[in-house]
């Protein structure tokens, strides 16, 4: 064969063995140091056998240039010798770093030697005998390595599976502790004689579950020896354990073995390094949070004085079982899990294979939280290590077996990419790397080998796709097994199990939830059959909420209501987001699901894609006045419109709730875009309502035509968009007689309509009430309900008052004759926006009006500080500063001349009469302050202008404000900061105080 053709024989031989730079590979087997090895079939199968070849080879030739004169001995023992070839080229094929080591320390291949079955898994004593004798730091990081070395080739070589591997990374770093707290003794043996020193591992140390790169997590435990009293015992504890965590952190020529981290003691890194058990029990028992119990679940003695350590974990043991007792045990859990997920950078959550959804933690939260649910009457499932407990949990009946197995093979998958990946460089990360050599060499470790990167991600998006279903299953699916029948070989909890399990998650009547549970899904209907596909899913949603039981309640109620219409179930159950925005919108509060109950079929809009999305002011008139046409009287005509704006108030609050919270993969909606969207649809609603009991008013008593014009002016919040849930509708009439109609005539017709409006659209129904308010017209209560035009015209040329200017701001026409309601905007526009600007004795007239609203209209017993609308810093605060403005500088400024608050806040911060911080602080005030009153209502279906005082109906408050559970302090705090610094612009602005 010529010298070309024995080339591209080589080329291909090295292509078909999985070198992706046979150019290269071919010029290194070529050198001196590796011919002899050059043509040997099996070094080159034990070559492409590995997760990277080239790495591999190169790896190699540094090791041989290394060993020098004793090179030859190597390639010899590796020719002959088929599982020290497979276990050193292995590892150099899947780690840098530990190629780097062999080449410094060429000598400690011979760690890789014996293969003998004893060898397989080594323990604690066994890596204590490996690491005996180091007299230095650095002695002790070499020690590791070479430890580390044995670890990774039976990793890499499949002799260990993830979870041996894992208990042997455990069991070395238990080791290593001993030895560096012996070489931190050995520098101050006057310390060690002061003090007993316990080290207890925590996290996947303690768990017997370590990665190759990790934290190792401990707290210190000391107690002084005889004739030491404590102060000195702890000083001694404090700077032997200090010395330990620098001689395992510290990082030198040989590297690093791994951070010791003492984060999870009691206060954190705020706290004293080293505490006694007293001081330990104490604090438990008075200040611990619940995570901090869940922690304490993987707690065991790892070196120093092993009988205090055991005394350590006994006595905190049963704190750990007592947890899911505690009352916010769902709530620390659910935050803590959260906290992970948003604590994860944007650009690396589809990269992440421990922290992301489907990731390794949601498994670990799943069977942690099982564990410490059902764990408090069953022993068997106190394990530490997460697949033994998920072992555990399936052999006890509270996971299904076939979903113990596939959680099991996910959660080993995971691990065994996470543990590749970081013995490639000894880094600690758990991304998927970027580059497509890295993923490539990732993919063939784990066995791929045609397409490798393809293969991997494929096996990537199952697995983590099993772990999102599986999570909910596991909570879930048990509790439909204690109240259905079931196919045989599904899990079943007793009904005490099942109570406990729906306490822990957060329902305060677990009696009652399990008997809504066996309401809707026992049987062997249909109906029961898709009802168990969907409440497992539906019950997380639940939980997650302020008020589950609230939650579960309504919808059984609405599946009561709709169980039997056919497209119900169906749209649930193949609209993905429709069954979750239904959870949202009935575990949020009363308001919504009141309205929903009353119409089940308005659940529809719920899967529609653009059902949620408020719906036009003519669309909704147009409807509105079609279903008065169709109607026989005016009470069944105000009946059509009520339905209407029933319908449209559900599909309102349903998209202020789901856009408030944000559903999965979606982020909540901006707070004050939200709150604007809602104004206008709360306004245009209400507008067609009053539209259609117009009509319904005309044509019970004078059919097609009203003996006068007449018009519906809305004033207040109805006037400038900016109506809550629970505002009523203020307005004024206005009418002018027709062409041969007397002025008394029209007048009695114009007030008859007006009042025949008012009763239909507070006739007592199911629906809520739409109340129009009259009071803010010419002389008040004791003025007449409507009035022409020219009795408008001499009233307001004669007697108007500088409120009344003041209301008329936001005067708006909503209904009736638009061109008569042209014609009074146009009488009022010298009233609301003077010419001029106001006299000091209008600005002190409007001044002494608001002190006295302050003094004599706040509620008794009302706090003023959180009061939304009367309160310090509230609405009634801005928006009298912004309408002073309006009143002053409108004349000359067009851009005040708006009905809205924000919009005019905005023109007054444009024309230089308010400067950006302030106007932002009064802003940020009169969103905050809108938004509580419609959190109010949406939770307590009744208006209110303050925060409920129901400890659940706040919290629901706060989650609609985005606050995490539990953090409902925070939310007042907050209030009370935002307002009063309003207040202070305020007092500036409007009372003109500096």
């Not at 011979?110 to 890596?127: C, I, K, M, R």
């Not at 009946?397 to 093979?409: E, H, L, N, S």
């Not at 990419?417 to 970027?434: A, D, K, S, V």
């Amino acid at each position: 064969m010529t010298q070309g053709g024995r080339r591209n024989s080589m080329f291909g031989r090295l292509l078909r063995h999985g070198f992706t730079d046979p150019d290269a590979a071919e010029r290194l087997l070529a050198s001196g140091e590796l011919a002899p090895v050059r043509t040997d079939t099996l070094f080159l199968d034990a070559l492409g056998a590995t997760a990277d070849p080239d790495l591999a080879l190169v790896g190699l030739l540094r090791l041989v240039e290394s060993l020098g004169e004793d090179a030859q001995a190597l390639l010899d023992t590796l020719r002959a010798a088929k599982p020290l070839r497979d276990r050193l080229l292995g590892v150099l094929g899947a780690s840098t770093a530990l190629a780097d080591h062999l080449a410094r320390h060429p000598a400690d291949w011979q760690a890789l030697v014996t293969y003998e079955s004893a060898d397989l898994h080594p323990g604690v004593e066994e890596f204590e005998a490996a690491l005996r004798g180091v007299d230095d730091p650095d002695a002790l990081r070499v020690a590791y390595r070479r430890a580390l070395l044995s670890i990774a080739a039976r990793d890499v070589c499949g002799t260990s599976d993830v979870a041996d591997t894992a208990a042997e990374l455990a069991d070395l770093a238990t080791a290593t502790l001993r030895a560096a707290l012996a070489l931190a003794e050995s520098e101050a043996p006057e310390d060690a004689a002061a003090c007993r020193l316990a080290v207890v591992g925590m996290g996947k140390a303690g768990g017997h579950e370590l990665n190759y790169v990790s934290d190792v997590d401990v707290i210190y435990v000391a107690e002084p020896t005889d004739g030491t009293d404590e102060e000195t015992a702890l000083k001694a504890a404090n700077r032997l354990a200090a010395h330990l965590m620098r001689i395992c952190s510290d990082t030198t020529a040989e590297g690093t073995i791994w951070p010791v981290d003492a984060n999870l003691r009691p206060e954190g890194r705020n706290g004293p390094l080293v505490r006694t058990l007293s001081s330990h029990l104490a604090y438990y028992q008075r200040w611990a949070k619940t995570w901090e119990f869940q922690a304490l679940l993987k707690a065991r003695p790892m070196a120093g004085d092993p009988a205090l350590g055991f005394e350590y974990v006994d006595a905190v043991s049963p704190m750990v079982w007592q947890a899911s007792e505690r009352d916010n045990f769902v709530t620390d859990v659910q935050q803590m899990r959260r906290r992970v997920v948003a604590s994860i950078p944007a650009a690396q959550v589809e990269r992440e294979l421990k922290l992301g959804p489907g990731g390794l933690r949601d498994v670990e939260f799943a069977v942690q939280l099982l564990q410490l649910v059902h764990g408090r009457s069953d022993v068997t499932l106190r394990s530490p290590t997460t697949l033994e407990a998920l072992d555990a949990l399936a052999a006890g009946g509270y996971v299904g077996r076939q979903d113990a197995a596939a959680m099991d093979a996910a959660y080993r998958f995971l691990r065994t990419m996470e543990h590749r990946i970081q013995l490639y460089q000894m880094r600690r990360t758990h991304l998927m790397p970027e580059a497509e050599a890295d993923q490539r060499r990732l993919g063939r470790s784990l066995g791929y080998r045609s397409e490798p990167v393809t293969e991997l991600h494929k096996a990537w998006r199952r697995h983590a796709s099993a772990v999102r279903r599986l999570h909910e299953k596991l909570f879930y699916r048990p509790l439909l097994d204690a109240v259905a029948q079931l196919d045989a070989g599904e899990v079943r909890l007793s009904t005490q199990a099942a109570r406990q399990r729906l306490e822990a998650l957060g329902y305060a009547d677990p009696a009652a939830a399990l008997r809504h549970l066996e309401a809707l899904a026992s049987g062997v209907s249909r109906k029961a059959a898709i009802q168990r596909t969907l409440l497992p899913v539906l019950l997380g949603w639940f939980a997650d909420s302020a008020d589950p039981d609230a939650g579960l309640l309504a919808f059984r109620k609405v599946s009561d209501a709709l169980g039997k219409t056919p497209w119900y179930l169906r749209l649930l159950r193949d609209e993905g987001a429709a069954a979750e925005n239904l959870a949202r919108v009935l575990s949020a509060g009363r308001f919504a699901p009141d309205l929903l109950l009353r119409a089940p079929e308005a659940v529809a809009l719920l899967g529609d894609e653009g059902g949620l999305r408020p719906r036009s002011l003519r669309a909704l008139t147009q409807e509105t006045l079609a279903a008065v046409s169709r109607a026989s009287d005016a009470e069944g005509a105000v009946v059509a419109t009520r339905g209407v704006r029933r319908r449209e108030l559900f599909r309102t609050a349903a998209g202020d709730l789901i856009g408030a919270y944000g559903t999965e993969g979606v982020a909540p909606q901006d707070p004050a875009e939200s709150l604007d969207r809602v104004g206008d649809a709360l306004t245009d609603l209400n507008a067609a309502a009053l539209a259609g009991a117009l009509r319904a008013a005309v044509r019970a008593q004078w059919g097609a035509e009203l003996p006068t014009r007449f018009a519906v002016i809305g004033l207040g919040r109805f006037g400038g968009h900016e109506m809550s849930y629970g505002s009523d509708a203020d307005v004024l009439f206005v009418h002018e007689p027709r062409d041969g109609v007397g002025e008394h005539e029209a007048g009695k017709a114009a007030f008859a309509v007006a009042t025949e409006m008012r009763r239909l659209l507070q006739l007592p129904t199911a629906d809520p009430p739409l109340v129009i308010d009259a009071d803010l017209r010419p002389e008040g209560k004791s003025g007449a309900l409507a009035r022409s035009l020219d009795s408008y015209a001499a009233y307001y040329r004669r007697w108007s008052l500088v409120w009344e200017s003041q209301a008329l701001l936001r005067a708006e026409y909503v209904a009736g004759d638009e061109e008569l309601a042209g014609r009074f905007m146009e009488l009022i526009a010298p009233l609301r926006y003077p010419a001029g600007g106001l006299s000091e004795d209008s600005v002190r007239e409007i001044r002494r009006l608001k002190a006295r609203m302050e003094s004599e209209r706040l509620p008794r017993g009302a706090d003023a500080t959180t009061h939304t609308k009367l309160g310090r810093g509230g609405l009634t605060d801005v928006e009298w500063t912004v309408q002073l403005m309006q009143l002053r500088h409108a004349a000359e400024i067009p851009g005040l001349r708006t009905t809205r608050t924000r919009a005019a806040l905005a023109a007054a911060l444009e024309a230089g009469l308010v400067d950006e911080t302030d106007a932002g602080i009064l802003d940020e005030a009169w969103v905050l302050a809108s938004r509580v009153r419609n959190a109010a209502m949406l939770v307590r279906g009744r208006p209110g202008d303050t925060f409920p005082s129901d400890s659940r109906e706040l919290g629901a408050v706060g989650r609609y404000l985005g606050y995490e559970p539990g953090h409902v302090g925070e939310m007042l705090d907050d209030y009370r900061r935002v307002t009063r610094r309003a207040r202070g612009v305020v007092d500036r602005l409007f009372y003109d105080t500096e």
